[in-house]
């Protein structure tokens, strides 16, 4: 994992399914650690941006990753 920024959903989707795939993990495995549904899981790696940022943090939790914000 680098630590480019993400500047929209779709680089934020490719990391989680980057993430995901380091671990070995299925979307649904994910899904169920998570405490998300597998369509927020697909949409989330999608890149769809209407995911919520409450499952959007249980992802990130699940899958060892922190989010930050920093001044440009």
């Known amino acids: 994992m680098n630590d ?3 500047r929209d959903p779709i680089e934020l989707g490719a990391r989680i ?3 995901r795939n380091d671990l070995g993990l299925t979307q649904g495995e994910l899904a169920d650690v ?3 549904s597998l369509r927020f899981v ?3 790696e999608r ?3 209407t995911a919520q940022y ?3 943090q249980r992802v990130l939790d ?3 990753l ?3 914000l920093k001044p440009r």
Do not use: C, D, M
Request: charged fraction near 20%; proline fraction near 0%.
């Open 4 to 6: 480019e920024s993400i």
């Open 17 to 19: 399914r980057a993430r």
């Open 34 to 36: 998570s405490s998300v």
């Open 42 to 44: 697909s949409e989330l």
């Open 47 to 49: 890149g769809k941006a």
């Open 54 to 56: 409450a499952g959007i």
């Open 62 to 64: 699940a899958l060892g």
């Open 66 to 68: 922190n989010l930050y």
